[in-house]
């Protein structure tokens, strides 16, 4: 068998990452057996109700998480390096250089008593063989490259308007010229057309780039848009995933099912749209079986019982015992 080498590996492999409340073990997982692979200039779309542990994971992976959240167990590598079992110095070195976020609510990510331009390029001199002249032309290029007059650099965050702030956090994301970028609700809080701009600007950087991106978003039809592949989440766990036209297309698990039908689509009477009852469950809830079993319309006696395990099915990967069926 030929050997494999770093460049034939996926970008990003995730194995079994597990995420619990520090010190509380009685409490289910925040992100339980959370699994991926993406390729260079792939994208996934992760999508869920809020709660559902998509920002968690994602945070997991960049070893962001806050203090009363612990990483309890898994395996992250990046071009086949394990990362999370590496010291914070050592883990500094990829974080931003290889695997870049780009955080929900832009003005908030922004220290408001900075200039946009000195926030880049503060990003920028985290390589130290930067000087701060040519650090200051790279901030400006990279303004430049998602939309923003580079006489802008001067401005602070307050005098940018959403979406300038959202393209600013982007461009910051891309300082280091990282390989991964995970943009985490990028187009929340902005009206439509500026929607459609960031996302065909997330669309033009992956392809000019190859960078391979992760996607949260509530927006289905922002996945559809943007990304080769979709994993759904739900309680923590990624209960249906594959390409993007085929789980968005053609669900298969009643959970994403559910949320097809919740998303309001064009010209839909919006008194026919099916809200999903009930509400997913709290971590200090007691599980048996499937975490969507008190919600689901198709519940039979063994999803109370058993916890479904992803299978493939029909292409795509889904947890549900009766998949087929449905």
Not at 95 to 110: H, I, S
Not at 118 to 130: H, L
Request: glycine share 8%; proline share 6%.
């Amino acid at each position: 068998m030929a050997k494999i080498t770093n460049q034939e590996l996926p970008i990003l492999q995730v194995r079994g990452l597990t995420v619990n409340i520090r010190g509380l073990p009685a409490c289910a997982p925040i992100v339980d057996d959370f699994s991926l692979n993406l390729s260079r200039g792939e994208s996934l779309g992760l999508a869920g109700e809020s709660g559902c542990g998509k920002s968690t994971a994602a945070l997991a992976l960049m070893r962001l998480l806050g203090s009363a959240l612990e990483a309890a167990s898994g395996s992250v590598r990046i071009r086949g390096d394990e990362v999370l079992d590496l010291d914070e110095e050592a883990f500094d070195g990829i974080r931003w250089r290889r695997v870049a976020y780009v955080f929900q609510g832009a003005m908030n990510a922004f220290n408001p008593v900075i200039t946009v331009g000195d926030q880049i390029v503060e990003a920028i001199r985290r390589d130290k063989s930067i000087n701060l002249v040519r650090a200051r032309q790279q901030s400006w290029e990279l303004l430049e490259s998602v939309g923003i007059n580079r006489s802008r650099a001067g401005g602070y965050p307050h005098q940018f308007s959403g979406g300038m702030r959202q393209r600013a956090m982007i461009a910051m994301a891309l300082a280091a010229n990282p390989e991964i970028i995970i943009a985490d609700e990028p187009t929340t809080a902005l009206d439509v057309v500026v929607q459609a701009e960031i996302l065909d600007l997330l669309i033009r950087l992956q392809r000019e780039r190859g960078l391979t991106t992760i996607i949260i978003s509530h927006d289905l039809a922002a996945i559809a848009l943007t990304c080769d592949q979709v994993a759904i989440m739900y309680a923590g766990r990624i209960i249906e995933t594959g390409p993007v036209e085929k789980v968005l297309g053609q669900p298969l698990h009643p959970y994403t099912k559910a949320l097809a039908m919740a998303a309001p689509r064009f010209g839909q009477d919006f008194l026919k749209i099916e809200p999903i009852p009930g509400a997913p469950p709290r971590p200090d809830e007691q599980r048996c079986g499937c975490a969507f079993s008190p919600r689901c319309q198709f519940v039979r006696d063994i999803c109370r019982t058993q916890q479904p395990r992803l299978r493939e099915v029909c292409g795509s990967a889904v947890a549900c015992h009766f998949a087929e069926n449905l």
